[in-house]
């Protein structure tokens, strides 16, 4: 089963590549593939690459039982599997990403996801709860609300993300609850008091894309530099110990060099501590492949420089962590993360998916010591 992306020219021709590798890998398997490169290609795409079986992404929840239905697959029998095992999850994963939304309602122009998944849809609230009940009875200690759209949940069903928050912490006993990437706006009232809850890890990943005002307009984002600022001054005031990641894109048609500035400014002035950069690729389709572009070689040189920042960015936040006490949940004998997602290496085997607390004694690789 392949899941493709189409989020960018070259996400399209390394799906692409995957199907292609896996048949000649595996000539006798069956090739289940879905995801948006196969939403977007409908005159073709996929389906001339000779696989079984295109499941679209509005069909994508159900993938076992279309697939079970329409091809002639073997299937496993009830005793060869735990009881209440989840299938698809597999066993030593001390972390859990529940999907509580898809879809997007706005059309920034690099985008061409926004067309593959429609409208938003939203997830129940006794669903997700019912979902992360069953995870933590799993053995899992924390758990991921993601989305497309994350801070859009409920807009088609009188809801809002606070109050999915509040029910999950009210109603499950998960002793830490995580928010995937949020965009800095539209978030709901009163959404910063739910951090007053210890359980809500102070780590947010934004999607910025971009710190000059003009690109961010060119971009159809619906938020300037500014008010990222106070986004991340307002969280910080109200829970201090907050930390953030960002995504930033490198090169978008017109940048110039002093726009390029003011994306690395933004990563001080908001306080990152990690970066997610990602090179501009053209997407045909949308209007951004449409605007004047960056030369490629231009492109590599600013995304290596916004990297730069992102390591100087996280050396501070590791630097800063030196003797401070954390909570730490184990993911492998010495490995674990911090509330604010920091990577720690202990110094001797530690129980696999356990809450630890312990003092930082230094770090080095981009990772604390413990």
Wanted: aromatic share 4%; charged share 30%.
């Amino acid at each position: 089963v392949i899941n493709t992306c189409a989020v960018t020219a070259e996400s399209v021709r390394k799906s692409r590549q995957l199907i292609r590798r896996a048949q000649r890998g595996n000539p006798q398997a069956k090739l289940v593939v879905s995801g948006c490169y196969t939403s977007l290609e409908t005159d073709g795409g996929a389906a001339e690459l000779g696989v079984d079986l295109v499941v679209p992404n509005p069909d994508k929840d159900r993938l076992i039982s279309i697939a079970a239905e329409r091809l002639d697959l073997p299937v496993m029998p009830h005793s060869a599997t735990e009881p209440g095992e989840n299938a698809l999850l597999a066993r030593g994963r001390q972390r859990a990403f529940i999907k509580v939304q898809d879809g997007c309602r706005y059309r920034c122009a690099f985008c061409i996801v926004t067309r593959a998944r429609g409208e938003e849809r939203s997830r129940s609230v006794s669903d997700v709860v019912d979902e992360v009940r069953q995870r933590h009875a799993e053995g899992i200690n924390e758990v991921v609300l993601a989305g497309v759209h994350l801070g859009g949940y409920g807009s088609d069903s009188g809801s809002d993300l606070r109050e999915l928050v509040e029910a999950v912490l009210a109603d499950t006993e998960i002793p830490r609850l995580r928010l995937g990437s949020l965009e800095p706006w539209e978030l709901p009232d009163g959404f910063w008091s739910l951090f007053d809850n210890p359980r809500l890890m102070p780590h947010l990943h934004l999607s910025l894309q971009h710190g000059d005002d003009l690109i961010l307009k060119r971009m159809k984002r619906r938020h300037l530099r500014d008010d990222a600022i106070r986004f991340c001054d307002e969280a910080r005031r109200l829970r201090p110990d907050i930390v953030f990641g960002a995504d930033l894109i490198a090169g978008f048609p017109t940048e110039t060099e002093a726009m390029l500035e003011n994306s690395l400014k933004l990563v001080e002035e908001c306080g990152l501590t990690f970066l997610h950069v990602f090179p501009y690729s053209a997407r045909k389709g949308t209007p951004a492949a449409r605007m004047p572009q960056v030369r490629g070689p231009a492109i590599r040189d600013r995304a290596a420089r916004l990297r730069q920042a992102g390591d100087a960015a996280l050396l501070r936040h590791l630097a800063a962590q030196r003797g401070k006490v954390h909570r730490i949940l184990t993911e492998g004998p010495r490995i674990g993360r911090t509330e604010q997602f920091t990577e720690v290496v202990f110094a001797a085997d530690r129980a696999e998916g356990a809450i630890v607390e312990t003092a930082i004694t230094g770090f080095a690789d981009g990772r604390l010591l413990a």
